[in-house]
């Protein structure tokens, strides 16, 4: 139960056999290949090695268009993602066929048609719509421009002016021109549209007038009467939904071969992922060079695997230089291992630290279950997490939270019948402890005690790792100094009396004197020792954020408890046997979501900063080892 050891992997071979090696290691999936830095080569052999030439461009590219296929046809498979659906196995040979069986190319060409063409026949519709929006104002306009032009002796406009000056416009048209025809197409948007016609020896005055009233000219075609304009549209739009109905059909025909382009995915990522490692090799005229990291523990696998396999190829395995940072990898028994999910949300341990997920574990669980306090909702979470492991098809990071939830789902259990809670106390239970509600403080006392055990042990967590780096007197100022002084307050609010003082005064002078050893001044010295002392307020703060293990618990429990008021209010008619069920129902079920999230975050606050702040760094890099796609397959590697 830590982190794994790395060690590093130096392999030399001759470069015709570089991509079957590659192939082997990425079968096995358990190195990490990392970029040989050129800097890291001396001048002379700078001169004969060479860094390999990245080829992931094509690949990528490839990549993206199988991405783009299944993005685009899981809109048309007309389902639902299946979550009960089960990844196809898959021999080795089967895989490597996918290359040539699956003519994927083709089918991106067909979606990417197809994709272009719908976005234009919506963007076409789209103006046409809105075309139709604008000779809709017109409909009224009986006569075409083309029938208007073949008046010699006359000139018309045809547009709108604002109705606030309608009638100014009809009186100076009457007063100022002798003979016009002004015939109001529609009033609409505050405006008026209209046709105009004059005699040709009026243009100009008419134009003048207009002018004055803010005239503007419509930009429509009128070659065809609006009316006809307005048929010719809506028969485009037929003829657009009709193409559109077509491609969505054949999208769908398509989407029928998801299953393929599935397959094609994991097969061109796994390629796509080899590509990446090639260019992070060496390479001289005949051979490549190749570093990793490989856990200790599969070193001799590997080396025996590609040395038995290959014939000319050199391999060594060595201890990793003090300057390196090798990948994190956390392994844990079978109970602990969930709880890696809750690490990893924070932050993985650098490779010289302690993992701490075994350390979490007992208090996340205690937590959880306390602030989700309620045995019916514990059954809830074995049934939900039950269905997640024997009926789905999860991958390694679902199926840790499935594991979790179970586990979580005992201490709810336990804190239910403890707390005499279930669903909200819908079936009357006797508590085997208290009921939160009546003995509220010493529910909180329990909770504030526990934070203090959590404190105190990651305080220990922390003196464990200073010794064991051969820090012994950093363990006493840092840790047992502390454990002097807060144990010795809390004695005294205990009732210790003059030993409780006098241990307190003792911590409190020993961190005075070594907190702020770091600085060379004595007034530096001082005032960092007493900044250090003015830390017990942070020490009080963590210890009263572990209030939270009452109020969560009782948030969760008030807000089922008024469900089941209400389901009482409804009495024991036809009333409350329709609604009831379905208040209970739907209820209980909010409350059970919204009270797991919140539960599940406030745990997780506790060990991220009342927990692991006492000893915990971070800042560690996971390992990623090349390995090929498993996303929607999985692979037999012994057949």
Known sequence: MAVVKMKKLILAAHKDEKDEILDAIQDEGCVEIFNIEDSSLDEDDAKYVFKEADTTASTEMEFNNIKFTYDFL??????????FKKRDILTKKEFEGLGTKIDWNDLYSQCKDIEFRLNEIKS?????????????????????????????????????????????????????????????????????????ICHNDDIDNVSDILKRYGFSKSTLDFEIEPKDRIQSLKENIDKLDSEYETLMQKAKELSLRIDDVEKAYDYVNSKLEKERAKSNLLRTEKT???????????????????????RDIFIEIDEPADEDMPPVKLKNNALVEPFEIITGLYSLPLPTELDPTPLLMPFFMVFFGMMMADAGYGLMMIAISVVMLKFMDLKENAK????????????????????????GGIIPMKPLWVDPL??????????????????????GVKAYSL??????????????????????????????????????????????????????????????????????????????????????GLSSGLIGWSFN???GMLGKGVVGLIFGPIVFVVGHTFNFLIGGLGTFVHTCRLQYLEFFGKFFEGGGVGFKPLTNSREFIKLDMQK
Request: charged share 20%.
């Open 74 to 83: 899981g809109k048309f498979t007309g389902k639902k993602k299946d979550i």
């Open 124 to 196: 076409i519709k789209a103006k046409t719509i809105s075309s139709i929006e604008q000779y809709d104002e017109w409909l009224n306009l009986d006569v075409s421009s083309k029938n208007l032009n073949e008046l010699k002796s006359v000139s018309y406009f045809i547009g709108a002016v604002s109705m606030k000056y309608e009638n100014q416009l009809y009186e100076d048209l009457s007063n100022e021109v002798d003979d016009a025809y002004i015939e109001i197409i529609s009033k609409k948007h505050q405006n008026i549209s209209f046709l105009l």
């Open 288 to 310: 490549f060079i190749l570093e990793g990291w490989v856990p200790e523990d599969k070193g001799e696998r590997i080396e025996g695997i590609l040395v038995k396999r290959f």
């Open 400 to 423: 840790k939270m499935a594991k979790l939830i179970l586990y979580c789902s005992f201490p709810t259990i336990v804190f239910g019948l403890l707390y005499g809670s279930f669903f």
């Open 438 to 459: 009546d003995n509220t403080m010493e529910v909180l006392g329990v909770s504030i005690i526990m934070g203090i055990i959590q404190i105190y042990f990651g305080l």
């Open 467 to 552: 010794i064991k780096s051969g820090k012994v007197l950093d363990a006493i100022y840092d840790v047992f100094f502390w454990y002097a002084l807060l144990s010795g307050l809390i004695w005294l609010l205990l009732g210790g009396g003059k030993p409780a003082g006098i241990i307190s005064i003792i911590g409190a002078l020993g961190l005075l004197a070594t907190q702020g050893r770091e600085s060379k001044s004595i007034a530096g010295k001082f005032f960092g020792g007493l900044y250090g002392l003015y830390g017990v307020t942070s020490y009080l703060g963590d210890a009263l954020s572990y209030s939270r293990l009452l109020a969560l």
């Open 565 to 567: 008021l209400i389901i």
